[in-house]
């Protein structure tokens, strides 16, 4: 199972702002390493959203953004739109794994 | 642009080996570490293992380890997964990655189209 933690899913109407939890622990987030965001749309592979906590790679909208403190970080869309209904996942290291890259849970965005 | 094309699918069954291959193009192979990741049907990502392309070194998650093998060909600009003694837990989609960002800030910036790996007998 992840160690980091996301709600299984999230909605809302187009035009609205939402937010996606990452809840992780002393030996990932809370130990200073980023996090990072992807969004898979269904069918897709996984595209990075955000990256290092709060960075959109370029081509990526600026609805999106994030955030990050302590043993949390946070995704959040503004001006949600019928295409950002997919799953989002975060990502980040864990020291206490042997050195394991975790994701996130994985959260459901439906438009409604 | 870069680009990370992977093998087409397979179906095994169980205790057989499957190699999976991830071909890329558009930078330079050896400068950028290369993930494996699987997804098994209407579940999370889950990081199987890396290689580095330049020393072929690499490391996998615990739960991997022992049925798991990562090798490259730099000639070929292609990365292998191999994975052996499958069983029916294994059925997933497997994706590769190129890795960018230090240590503490390592991500995934571009995918291959992922490879259906079925374990049926």
Redesign the interface.
């Known amino acids: 199972q ?1 160690v980091l933690t996301q709600p299984p899913s999230v909605s809302g109407a187009p035009g609205q702002r939402v937010t996606i939890s990452c809840t992780g622990s002393s030996s990932n987030l809370g130990a ?3 996090v ?1 965001w ?1 969004q898979q749309l269904p069918g897709t ?4 959203l955000i ?2 906590n709060n960075n959109r ?1 370029s081509g990526i909208s600026d609805r999106f953004s994030g955030s990050k403190s302590g043993t949390s970080a946070s995704l959040a869309i503004a001006g949600l739109q019928a295409e950002d209904e997919a799953d989002y ?1 975060c ?1 980040s ?1 864990d020291y206490r ?10 959260t459901k965005v439906t438009v409604l | 642009q870069v680009q990370l094309v992977q093998s087409g699918a397979e179906v095994k069954t169980p205790g057989a080996s499957v190699r999976v291959s991830c071909k890329a193009s558009g930078y330079t192979f050896t400068r950028h570490d290369i ?1 494996w ?1 699987r997804q098994a049907p209407g579940q ?4 199987m293992g ?1 290689m580095n392309p330049n020393s072929g070194n690499t ?1 996998s ?2 739960k991997f380890q022992g049925r798991v093998t990562l090798t490259r060909s730099t000639s070929m600009t292609t990365a292998y997964l191999d994975l052996k003694n499958l069983r029916y837990e294994d059925t997933a989609v497997y ?1 590769c ?1 190129r890795a960018v ?1 230090p ?7 571009s ?4 490879t259906l790996v079925t374990v049926s007998s």
């Open positions: 992840s200073n390493y980023d990072h992807y592979a996984p595209k990075l990256y290092a790679p996942y990502q290291y794994l042997s050195g394991s890259y975790v994701f996130g849970t994985g | 993930f990741v999370g990502l889950d990081w890396w490391a998650a615990q994706y990655a960002g240590g503490l800030s390592t991500r995934f910036d995918w291959g189209q992922g």
